[in-house]
């Protein structure tokens, strides 16, 4: 059985850092690409960022360009967002995903498997 299990979600003021993690069990994580998604309340869930399997690309939403690091430890079988410059537009709740794409994916439909969310909130 796959599982995606984020963590390190919280509230944070505005201008703060938080590092998620996206532990993955259960697949072959080495060669799947890992997408960060997020989803504001009333808001559609949007990309933010991925990274392929292989980590030898990264790719961001422009509104985070900058701010937020994608990286990966596939020994760990995990996958972090470091949030960096946070601000209250960052509030979502923010989704790992996997898939098996050779490149970089912006589209949540080229992600197969899922993880259950982490909140963040930022505080103006």
């Known amino acids: 059985q796959v599982q995606l299990v984020e963590s390190g979600g919280g509230l944070v003021q505005a201008g703060g850092s938080l590092r998620l993690s996206c532990a993955a069990s259960g697949l072959t994580f080495r060669i799947y690409t890992t997408g960060w998604f997020r989803q504001a309340p009333g808001k559609e869930r949007e990309f933010v960022g991925t990274?392929?399997?292989?980590?030898?690309?990264?790719y961001y939403l422009d509104s985070v360009k900058g701010r937020f690091n994608i990286s990966r430890d596939n020994a760990k079988n995990t996958v972090y967002l470091q949030m960096n410059s946070l601000k209250p537009e960052d509030t979502a709740v923010y989704y790992c995903a996997a898939g098996r794409m050779l490149g970089v994916a912006t589209s949540a439909i080229d992600y197969r498997y899922w993880g259950q969310g982490t909140q963040v909130t930022v505080s103006s």
């Open positions: 990274i392929t399997w292989s980590a030898g690309s990264t």
